[in-house]
């Protein structure tokens, strides 16, 4: 058992296109931010494990006896619902809480509970999770919740190795262990999402840029320096629910919504072969397709169900000074990117855009 202090971090995500459809098989291109999520994990004999959220005012303690006594069949059987629930009820929290928040809570105790009962006694932890990433965003801050999570528990319970060397401030797990730290984040991705497509956990997880395919990962190696701009509108949603109200509008209108899956997979490709391009000789014309792409695909997600008052407005205002926009994550709020072109009106743009910070990326 880990017996020293751990300090973890994992990167959010920006999705540049594959947003939903990227959860019915399709592909999705994301990007790491260089905004991230830290966890500070201390070892200790008191027999509690407290978990505190400082950014979402969360403070909980447990006794690890008596988790130890807990009946964990239920995290084997039944549905993901029941076993969420059940998590609650351990969490202290009543069945018809509401705050999407809290979940984070039943996302630890199912890692914590599964993770370290491979120890012959739970341990005493004390862990601390704080973030630069808005929660409810669209920028991964619950996969890069999940991310720290499984790294630090993994690594406290001996799963996988410290990566820190004698003397280094910083290190970096394997290909293996980062396969393995994935796979248990994405378990605390589905707690809290219910039905993710699990590009957000791979982005925390391997940080840089990646296509993503039904749980195929791809890296992008050559990639041109874009620059974005980022907008937060403020306006909190469910990703859980957004992504269960675009099956709804699958099942209900198949033949219209299968079609601009497919067109958004398309999008994403065009996308993909257009960054390639980019990569050894940019050229005005890759903007303009790159801005077409933008466009479409924020049609597109409207057409989903998915937008709102907020990124309309985001892309009205945009769209007076020449610039292309469209929502990131799940939609309903939350942010939105816009594509900066580097060409002579570059800095009356961004002049006029006076809101948003510039993110490279």
Known sequence: MLSQVLLVSAPGKVILHGEHSVVHGKVALAVALNLRTFLRLQPHNSGKV?????????????????????????????????????????AGFSKDSTNHDCLAVPAFLYLYLTICRSQRTLPSLDIAVWSELPTGAGLGSSAAYSVCLAAALLTACEEIPNPLKDGEATGRWTEENLELINKWAFQGERVIHGNPSGVDNAVSTW???????????SPLKRLPTLEILLVNTKVPRSTKALVASVRNRMLKFPEIIAPLLASMDAISLECERVLGEMAAAPALEHYLVLEELIDMNQHHLNALGVGHASLDQLCQVTTAHGLHSKLTGAGGGGCGITLLRPDEHAEAQREKVTSPRPASW
Do not use: C, H, M
Request: overall charge negative.
């Open 50 to 90: 407290s978990l505190r959220l400082p950014n979402i005012g969360i403070q909980q303690t447990w006794d690890v006896a008596r988790l130890q006594l807990l009946d964990t069949s239920f995290l084997e059987q039944g549905d993901l619902t029941e076993q969420v629930e059940k998590l609650k009820e351990v």
């Open 207 to 217: 940080g840089g840029a990646l296509r993503y395919q039904q749980g195929k990962i």
